[in-house]
């Protein structure tokens, strides 16, 4: 009969036991299953290693990434356009255990994908997640914001996944497992499926606006951002800082991923309500085909199911090339003021505009001794009078 210790050792050992090897994999990256098993038994959640997580929260400018963190650590302050890539952090106290999320928001849509190279980083990788934030009131910037935030954190996390291949073969493996574990190991669209590397949510925010739209383009919108989270192994669901219980599930999926809470429960893709969907919840055949007219579609030649669904995408929402735009100063910014350092500021602009004033004087002396040098160097200019060594010629008389 075991003793109070071998029960205790038992259930710290237990975690250690669960971080294994869970899913084999192919040399594709796709689960190997064996015949008569149950994905449910065969694959495990993830556990988390420590009381840490980092969460990174990016996608359109505007959307209300920095509304959804605030309401989620409950702080009551006038949001502020976020400045390139912001940090904050939330904290809760069970028992003696402290537990600490790191959130970070990249500002600026997709102009400032290379940022996410600063949270996105190998020590940090297992305990990472993403929220990718669309604005559902501006479809027309939807796709590119889509594609270009998660090719840009794909491609930085295959990079560390690479290297980690070769220096610790055990993390590779746990993040490959885990993505599986998230889809499910048996999933029939498991072939479709390119389950991103960490835990990834998309997020349709604004969806106050987005339910007044037209009821075709509401469903194109709707089934196009089911197969791109489908495909990529992530959750859906719709957000609006107007409607309390879209705020709730907000604050819920932060929690599950900063804390690690049990996620919400559910599942809704009517396109007349707002969409929840979670990963590996769906299914290519109940999404559909893509929205086109069936005449449509035998006109289009595309060799991939992405092309396809960008084309079809945009028939109803044209793509219009979105713009960085240059906000004012955030130095000269009330809410960053510091005395100390905005008089040290002030003094390093009163340098930098001296220094860059002597330089044009320096440049004007310069230019001008050069003209002068050159002028006096410069060879004589042969005259057209005759030399004086010549003779002058005598005078021609008339024959008297």
Request: charged share 30%.
């Amino acid at each position: 009969m075991s003793n109070i210790w071998e029960l205790a050792k038992q259930r710290v050992q237990e975690p250690v036991r669960k971080i294994g090897v869970d899913v084999q994999l192919d040399e594709n990256g796709k689960p190997l299953v064996q015949e008569g098993t149950d994905d449910k038994t065969t694959v495990r959640p993830d556990v988390r290693k420590q009381n840490e997580s980092y969460v990174i929260v990016c996608g359109s400018k505007d959307s209300g990434k920095t509304s959804l963190i605030l309401r989620f650590l409950d702080r009551d302050e006038p949001t502020k356009p976020t400045i390139a890539l912001e940090y904050t952090y939330g904290r809760r106290t069970r028992g003696n255990n402290k537990d600490v999320g790191h959130i970070w928001e990249l500002g600026g849509g997709p102009f400032l994908a290379n940022l996410l190279e600063i949270p996105i980083v190998a020590r940090n990788l297992e305990i990472s997640s993403m929220i990718l934030m669309l604005d559902l009131s501006q479809p027309d910037e939807l796709w590119h914001t889509t594609t270009l935030l998660l090719e840009a954190a794909r491609r930085r996390i295959e990079k560390i996944m690479t290297e980690l291949k070769t220096n610790d073969a055990g993390a590779y493996n746990r993040l490959q497992n885990s993505a599986w574990m998230r889809v499910g190991a048996t999933h029939q669209d498991k072939d479709m499926i390119k389950p991103f590397p960490i835990p990834l949510a998309i997020v349709g925010a604004k969806y106050d606006i987005f339910q007044d739209i037209d009821s075709e383009k509401k469903k194109a919108m709707c089934k196009t951002l089911r197969f791109l989270a489908h495909t990529n192994g992530a959750s859906l669901q719709f957000y609006s800082s107007k409607i309390e219980n879209l705020v709730i599930r907000g604050r819920a999926l932060m929690s599950h991923l900063v804390f690690d809470t049990n996620p919400s429960k559910g599942l809704s893709v009517d396109y007349n309500k707002p969409l929840f969907v979670p990963a590996g919840g769906d299914s290519l055949a109940e999404i559909g085909a893509p929205p086109l007219a069936d005449q449509s579609l035998g006109s289009i030649h595309v060799s991939k199911p992405l092309e396809l669904w960008k084309t079809a995408f945009n028939s109803y929402f044209p793509q219009k090339e979105a713009k960085m735009e240059i906000r004012d100063d955030p130095a000269r910014d009330p809410q960053y003021k510091e005395d100390v350092i905005d008089k040290l500021r002030e003094q390093k602009d009163q340098e930098l505009e001296r220094y860059i004033r002597q330089k044009g004087e320096r440049r004007e002396v310069t230019e001008k001794e050069n003209r002068l040098t050159v002028e006096n160097t410069a060879p004589a200019v042969a005259s057209p009078i005759q030399s004086p060594r010549s003779p002058p010629p005598e005078p021609q008389h008339p024959e008297e």
